[in-house]
């Protein structure tokens, strides 16, 4: 049987990092009188930090220099990196490790595929860092998702074909990420907003043993 190769977007896949993002942002957003909602949240899953301050600083019709710009940003994260040294494994996501230890049972390869220039440090603070084969994150890539470029680095370290990796994602950039790159998507999320995924489920606990052995014995996947 061919090996696959399963890339997981870290973010809203294998934690609930998505609210302290929207506190750190809202606070900065509120400092420059922004007003920013948990919508416009939404629309900056899977976006790197750069772009994200973009959008919000397009959203409150602000223009900053560059030096404001760059001070911001290291703020921003300086505000995420105090929610993150307070997590631990109670934040992972329900049947997450269930299913990492699944594929590690059947011999198959595992990569995380992040924007996050913070994914290292969250993985070890939940203690997932050993299941992972690769890591592939926002320190790695120079183009951003829906740009292929993060997955691909992905499977190629798993020393993996394209089409025979398999995604997990929460945002649409990610899915349409992974579309570019030829492999299967999985939307982990409400099948509204991810409906360009090959399959999506609410969350992992939706996500049988079956479906992930049918991935595995899948020719086409
Ligand atoms: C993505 C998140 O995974 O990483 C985005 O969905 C975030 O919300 C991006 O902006 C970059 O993360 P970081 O940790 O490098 O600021
Ligand atoms: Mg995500």
């Given at each position: 049987?061919?090996?696959?190769?399963?890339?997981?977007?870290?973010?809203?896949?294998?934690?609930?990092?998505?609210?302290?993002?929207?506190?750190?942002?809202?606070?900065?957003?509120?400092?420059?009188?922004?007003?920013?909602?948990?919508?416009?949240n939404?629309?900056?899953?899977?976006?790197?930090?750069?772009?994200?301050?973009?959008?919000?600083?397009?959203w409150?019709?602000?223009?900053?220099?560059?030096?404001?710009?760059?001070?911001?940003?290291?703020?921003?994260?300086?505000?995420?990196?105090?929610?993150?040294?307070?997590?631990?494994?109670?934040e992972?996501?329900?049947?997450?490790?269930?299913?990492?230890?699944?594929?590690?049972?059947?011999?198959?390869?595992?990569?995380?595929?992040?924007?996050?220039?913070?994914?290292?440090?969250?993985?070890?603070?939940?203690?997932?860092?050993?299941?992972?084969?690769?890591?592939?994150?926002?320190?790695n890539?120079?183009?951003?998702?829906?740009?292929?470029?993060?997955?691909?680095?992905?499977?190629?370290?798993?020393?993996?074909?394209?089409?025979?990796?398999?995604?997990?994602?929460?945002?649409?950039?990610?899915?349409?990420?992974?579309?570019?790159?030829?492999?299967?998507?999985?939307?982990?999320?409400?099948?509204?907003?991810?409906?360009?995924?090959?399959?999506?489920?609410?969350?992992?606990?939706?996500?049988?043993?079956?479906?992930?052995?049918?991935?595995?014995?899948?020719?086409?996947?």
């Amino acid at each position: 049987m061919t090996k696959k190769g399963f890339i997981f977007d870290l973010d809203g896949v294998i934690v609930d990092t998505a609210k302290y993002h929207f506190l750190a942002w809202q606070n900065l957003a509120n400092s420059l009188g922004i007003s920013f909602t948990e919508e416009q949240n939404e629309q900056l899953k899977g976006v790197s930090r750069v772009r994200s301050l973009e959008k919000i600083l397009e959203w409150g019709n602000k223009t900053i220099s560059e030096e404001e710009f760059t001070r911001l940003m290291t703020d921003k994260n300086e505000e995420y990196l105090k929610y993150i040294s307070k997590m631990d494994d109670s934040e992972i996501l329900p049947d997450v490790v269930r299913v990492l230890d699944t594929i590690i049972k059947k011999d198959q390869m595992i990569a995380l595929g992040s924007a996050s220039k913070n994914a290292r440090v969250i993985l070890d603070k939940v203690a997932l860092r050993d299941k992972f084969h690769a890591i592939v994150d926002g320190t790695n890539v120079t183009k951003a998702k829906p740009d292929p470029e993060v997955f691909l680095i992905g499977a190629k370290e798993l020393n993996i074909a394209p089409e025979h990796c398999i995604v997990f994602e929460d945002s649409v950039a990610g899915i349409q990420a992974a579309n570019a790159a030829n492999m299967i998507s999985i939307g982990i999320g409400e099948a509204k907003i991810l409906h360009e995924a090959d399959y999506v489920f609410k969350d992992f606990t939706e996500m049988n043993d079956d479906f992930l052995n049918n991935l595995l014995t899948n020719q086409n996947a």
